[in-house]
């Protein structure tokens, strides 16, 4: 019996032991998971922290304009946010980025909602396209900028897409920094610079460099006032057919000396043939200061060089000439003329020209006005020229009817 006793008694003490045993593994294992997962939270916002502070020193370099973090902000957000990601491609582009260009071209793409983002991405695809050499683009978008359509504006920005246009033999490019130079919005104007840029529009041929340069001589800009050189400019671009320069030239001589005013009949005549409404109703004014067979007499002489003009028949010089020789005037073309960057195909229609173009104006048709010792006199018109005209009705304007 007391074996008995003694036996449950240790079993009852072994397995209290065991019990308590158990109890203390259990707490311990309880203990070491509460710290096990202690330490993944302290892990977790370790690394939580760590990321934000890697986002921070990102976010920090893309601001500062380091363009490869930009890009990966940007190519982040695209997946979750396009609208944060068009600000960072935003931001690339406008550190010529063409990759950030490109992405907001596929933004807008995917957004073709928005006026706004169709706008932009027209913009950024003319930008790529300057960026890759074309001309054309390079001075749209230098005009974007400029005038900030589509994007923001940018003048510094703009001048510096234009002037490399300008310098890759451009036209359109130097004509814009000419009237830039000269344009009131300018913060800094400079005359004398607008007046070179005209001038190297000029040396390739263009007719709108010629009036423009023209007009600077007229009229002071950028370099000492020269009206006979100013006009001769003018001339040029109206025997090619240039209507403005036509318009401008008439203008010009109207209130110049007495005979300025035939001079300038003869080109608004000209130029309202060849469809410049406001060149023929300056016209039709300045027939009423002068008489009716003197009207008639200049449009005998102005129609031969409207029919060369219409079949770009006019040689250099040609229609500056004639009237040199009808009115006595000291306009030297010889010495006004300046020397463009010649081509071999350019200097093969320069000789053409000259040979085509030597005598533009009939003799004849000058003949039909008795040279008066006055230049600045009415002229008078012969009976030849009567014949001629004798059928053109001025009270219904018939001067203004197409030719056949």
Not at 55 to 62: G, I, L, N, S, T
Not at 101 to 106: K, L
Not at 344 to 371: C, H, N, R, Y
Request: glycine share 6%; proline share 3%; net charge neutral.
């Amino acid at each position: 019996m007391n074996m008995m006793g003694i036996a449950i008694g240790a079993t009852g003490l072994i397995l209290l032991l065991l019990f308590g045993w158990m109890l203390v593994i259990s707490m311990r294992q309880r203990r070491q998971e509460i710290e096990r997962r202690q330490r993944e939270i302290s892990y977790r916002k370790a690394m939580e922290r760590n990321r934000k502070q890697e986002r921070e020193e990102r976010v920090r370099k893309a601001e500062a304009g380091d363009i490869s973090m930009i890009l990966y902000l940007a190519k982040e957000e695209e997946r979750t946010n396009l609208r944060k990601a068009m600000l960072w491609y935003q931001k690339a582009a406008y550190l010529d980025s063409v990759t950030g260009m490109y992405g907001i071209i596929r933004i807008s793409d995917k957004m073709k909602e928005d006026i706004v983002l169709r706008q932009q991405a027209k913009y950024w695809r003319t930008a790529v396209a300057a960026i890759e050499g074309d001309l054309q683009a390079k001075y749209d978008t230098a005009e974007a900028l400029f005038y900030g359509r589509g994007v923001d504006q940018n003048t510094d920005k703009a001048y510096r897409f234009m002037e490399e246009a300008a310098k890759l033999q451009y036209i359109p490019a130097m004509l814009f920094l000419g009237d830039w130079f000269i344009a009131d919005n300018n913060p800094e104007p400079s005359p004398e610079t607008s007046f070179q840029w005209y001038l190297q529009a000029t040396k390739f041929k263009s007719n709108e460099g010629r009036m423009k340069l023209g007009l600077s001589y007229i009229r002071g800009n950028g370099v000492e006032a020269d009206f006979m050189r100013g006009c001769y400019w003018l001339e040029r671009a109206g025997e090619k057919g240039y209507t403005p320069a036509m318009l401008k030239a008439g203008e010009s001589w109207l209130e110049h000396s007495r005979q300025g005013k035939f001079i300038a009949y003869i080109w608004l005549f000209l130029a309202g043939q060849l469809g410049n409404d406001e060149a023929r109703m300056l016209r039709d004014k300045v027939s009423l200061t002068i008489s009716v067979d003197t009207v008639v007499g200049l449009q005998s002489l102005a129609k031969p060089m409207l029919k060369r003009i219409r079949e770009n028949k006019v040689g250099k010089h040609a229609l500056i000439k004639s009237l040199n020789r009808l009115y006595k005037r000291e306009l030297d073309y010889l010495a006004y003329d300046i020397a463009p960057p010649v081509t071999e195909i350019d200097a093969m229609q320069d000789v053409l020209e000259a040979e085509a173009g030597a005598e533009d104006v009939d003799t004849a048709t000058l003949q039909l006005f008795d040279e008066p010792d006055n230049p600045g006199e009415p002229l008078t018109v012969t009976d030849e020229a009567d014949n001629q005209v004798a059928k053109l009705d001025f009270s219904h304007s018939a001067m203004d009817q197409p030719q056949r």
